[in-house]
C-alpha cells in the first residue's frame, strides 16, 4: 500500500512547477487543463468498456468447449449491439465537442476587456517586449520578462522579427505562433501570483532551446508599481559605474538602447532595467554580476551561435561596464 501512495506522491509532485499544464494558474490554462480532463475521462471510460466487452467475450470463449464451426452462432446479438455503440459514440463526441467549444469560449479573444497591452516580439533567440505606458501613451521597451497584473487580462500582440517562433506560458495559457508579417493576439488572465516560465516552441535555430522568458505575475498595484519604474530613464551612474557607462557607449551602444543615454541601438534588448531582471540572455543564466561579465566576454560560450558577439575590453573597462550594467535596476 505504501509504494503506489508514495508512486502517487511522487508523479503528483511532477506536475507542480513554473512551466506545467498540469498546475494552472490563470483562466485560459485552466479551460484547456478541464478540457484535458474532459478528454481524458470520456476516452478512460471508452477505453474501460472496450476492456470489460473484450473480457467478457474471452471468459466466456474460455469456459465454452471448443466450437465446432456448425456451433458458430449467428450474428443477430452483434446487430442488436452495434446501435447501442452508435449511440455511446454519438453521446462521447457529444460531451467533447460541448467541452471543447465552452473551452474555446474563454480562449476567445474577444471575451475580456484587457487591461493592458503588451506586445511581443521574437528574435532568434530573444523576446523584445513592450508595454503601453498608461501615463504617457508611449511603448516602455523591456526583454526577456513579462509582468502581468493578478486578475486582470493582458492582451498580448505577438510577431516575429525574423523566422517562426511560438509563445508559450503552459500554466497560463495555450501557445501561439509567432509569425513575421503578422500580428497574433492572445489574452492571458491569470489568477496566481508568483514566477512563471514562457518557452519558445517553435524550432527557429541552434538555440531554439535558449530561447525561454520569465514571467511574474503580480498584485496589480505591484503590477502597475513595477511599470512606473520600467518607464523611468535609466539612473545616472556615478564612479567606476560612470567609467562603464562611457566604455558601453563606444563599444554597444550600436546594438542596444538604455533610455536616459545616447545608447539607441535596436539589434538587441533594451537594457534600461536590466539588473531588475531575473535572468540573461532570453533565461540561458541568473542574473548575477558574474554572469553578466561572463556573457560579456564570451557569449559563444554559453550560446553558440548568439547575435552577440564577443566584446574584446580591457580587465579594468570590462569590469566597469558589469559594474555598470549590474546597476541598472
Ligand atoms: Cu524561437 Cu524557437
Not at 8 to 26: E, K, M
Not at 58 to 82: N, Q
Not at 180 to 203: K, S
Not at 294 to 320: E, F, N, R, Y
Request: charged share 15%; glycine share 10%.
Amino acid at each position: 500500500m505504501r509504494i503506489p501512495a508514495l508512486a502517487v506522491c511522487l508523479s503528483l509532485a511532477a506536475c507542480a512547477g513554473a512551466q506545467s499544464v498540469l498546475d494552472p494558474g490563470g483562466d485560459q490554462a485552466q479551460a484547456l487543463f478541464s478540457l484535458f480532463g474532459l478528454m481524458i475521462g470520456v476516452c478512460g471510460i471508452v477505453y474501460a468498456i472496450v476492456l470489460a466487452g473484450l473480457g467478457r467475450v474471452l471468459l466466456r470463449a474460455w469456459k465454452r468447449p471448443v466450437a465446432m464451426a456448425d456451433d458458430i452462432p449467428d450474428d443477430r446479438r452483434l446487430d442488436r449491439s452495434l446501435p447501442v455503440a452508435a449511440a455511446a459514440i454519438v453521446l462521447g463526441l457529444t460531451v467533447l465537442i460541448v467541452g471543447s467549444f465552452l473551452a474555446d469560449r474563454i480562449l476567445f479573444t474577444g471575451r475580456q476587456t484587457p487591461a493592458v497591452f503588451v506586445r511581443v516580439t521574437g528574435h532568434q533567440w530573444w523576446w523584445r517586449i513592450q508595454y503601453r505606458d498608461p501615463a504617457s501613451g508611449r511603448w516602455i521597451e523591456t526583454a526577456n520578462e513579462l509582468h502581468l497584473p493578478r486578475g486582470e487580462t493582458s492582451r498580448v500582440s505577438l510577431g516575429a522579427a525574423d523566422v517562426i517562433h511560438s509563445f508559450w506560458v503552459p500554466a497560463i495559457a495555450g501557445k501561439l505562433d509567432m509569425i513575421p508579417g503578422r500580428r497574433n493576439v492572445i489574452d492571458l488572465t491569470p489568477r496566481r501570483t508568483g514566477w512563471f516560465r514562457g518557452q519558445c516552441t517553435e524550432f527557429c535555430g541552434a538555440q531554439h532551446a535558449h530561447m525561454a522568458f520569465d514571467v511574474k505575475v503580480d498584485s496589480p498595484a505591484g503590477f502597475r508599481a513595477w511599470l512606473a519604474a520600467q518607464a523611468t530613464p535609466a539612473p545616472t551612474p556615478g564612479g567606476a559605474a560612470g567609467r562603464g557607462a562611457q566604455v558601453f557607449a563606444g563599444s554597444c551602444a550600436t546594438c542596444h538602447a538604455i533610455r536616459g543615454t545616447e545608447a539607441r541601438g535596436r539589434a538587441g534588448p533594451d537594457l534600461t532595467h536590466l539588473a531588475s531582471r531575473r535572468s540573461i540572455a532570453a533565461g540561458t543564466a541568473t542574473m548575477t554580476r558574474g554572469n553578466l561579465q561572463g556573457w560579456i566576454a564570451q557569449p559563444q560560450a554559453m550560446k553558440p551561435g548568439t547575435s552577440m558577439p564577443a566584446v574584446t575590453l580591457m580587465p579594468a573597462d570590462a569590469d566597469a561596464v558589469a559594474t555598470y550594467l549590474a546597476g541598472l535596476r
